[in-house]
């Protein structure tokens, strides 16, 4: 196995310069570093991940923080970032956050205070003020996505107006007769975010929302399928169906076939996210790019870490995704 020393021989420079070259700390000439690129790429030579944290001060790590693992959304989010940063030779540590006190209590007060990540990513992750204070206390960069903490930087999609998006779309075709399925939690979370865009777009093209037609999923395809059968069985069911995520709106698409209604004939159905299966299922759907996202928040942690300029705007971007599950009502 090729060693530092050998690199040090081959470009004919002392050790020091060879870590001070590989790492970026120290002043180092750039005919040096040429030379010292040039011996690693001919040796094959490939710093271990101890002597760049010795050199560096740096882990080579960044923290994800994530609510659910085993989601589609999640995962493809993380696709995004892992492919940013494994190019800039960085790897991820995944803390998985749910709602029991002692478990984040855990990641927060013991996890991160370790100290193996040079940075950190938030994925629509809620913070108490003491979880988001002891965040800021350990002093590296902290980027979130989707969930706007204060405090911390965030990216984030505008999701009052992609539900606004997708009901307009419904209102434009006809619709009035609009039914919501997500979630009834209160406060400034997304889901609640894009039932207040639903909202706003009812009243302003003049029909008031009625509670009946909103119906209570937690964003898996079988929580959405259970939603839509409970209002497509109504007697005065809705003519369209707007769903606060794509997997929940697939629910709704099977619950439909299994009511023998026809979509879009008998109702329409539009979803959230952009979901990889949605255009097999011909779902209408509110792009957000996912996997963009992901890519923007590496892109935003490293520049923040100094390795990259910085980004944009903190604005991400959403596209309203046109396929054959609406149409106007019968």
């Known amino acids: 196995m090729v060693g530092i020393a050998e690199v040090a021989r081959a470009a004919g420079v002392s050790t020091a310069t060879v870590s001070r070259a590989l790492s970026g700390r120290g002043q180092v000439s750039d005919a040096a570093r040429a030379k010292v690129q040039a011996a690693v790429d001919a040796l094959g030579y490939v710093m271990s991940a101890s002597a760049s944290s010795l050199a560096s001060g740096r882990t080579r790590n960044i923290g994800v923080l994530v609510p659910l693992l085993d989601k589609w959304f999640y995962a493809t989010v993380l696709s995004g970032i892992a492919d940013v940063l494994s190019r800039h030779g960085y790897d991820i540590a995944l803390y998985n956050l749910t709602d029991d006190p002692a478990q984040r209590a855990g990641v927060f007060d013991t996890s991160l205070r370790r100290s193996r990540i040079d940075g950190l990513i938030t994925l629509t992750v809620e913070l108490s003020d003491p979880e988001r204070d002891g965040i800021l206390a350990l002093g590296m960069p902290v980027v979130a996505v989707g969930a706007p903490n204060h405090g911390i930087p965030a990216l984030t999609v505008d999701d009052r107006a992609v539900a606004h998006a997708a009901t307009s779309h419904l209102i434009a075709l006809g619709h009035r007769e609009i039914a919501h399925i997500g979630s009834g939690r209160a406060g400034g979370e997304v ?83 952009g979901h990889g299966m949605s255009g097999f299922f011909g779902l209408t759907t509110v792009d957000q790019f996912p996997q963009a996202q992901g890519e923007r928040a590496a892109h935003a942690v490293l520049a923040a870490l100094g390795l990259e300029a910085p980004a944009g705007a903190p604005e991400l971007p959403f596209e309203l995704v046109l396929r054959t599950s609406t149409a106007p009502p019968a």
């Open 191 to 273: 889901p609640a975010r894009r039932r207040e865009g639903y909202e706003q777009a009812l009243h302003q093209a003049g029909i008031a929302p009625r509670a009946e037609l909103f119906a209570h999923a937690d964003f898996t395809i079988e929580a959405g399928h259970a939603a839509a059968l409970e209002l497509l069985r109504r007697t005065d069911r809705p003519t369209a169906l707007f769903a606060a995520s794509d997997e929940m709106a697939f629910g709704a698409l099977f619950a439909a076939r299994e009511l023998a209604l026809d979509v879009p004939g008998d109702v329409s159905v539009v979803g959230v996210d």
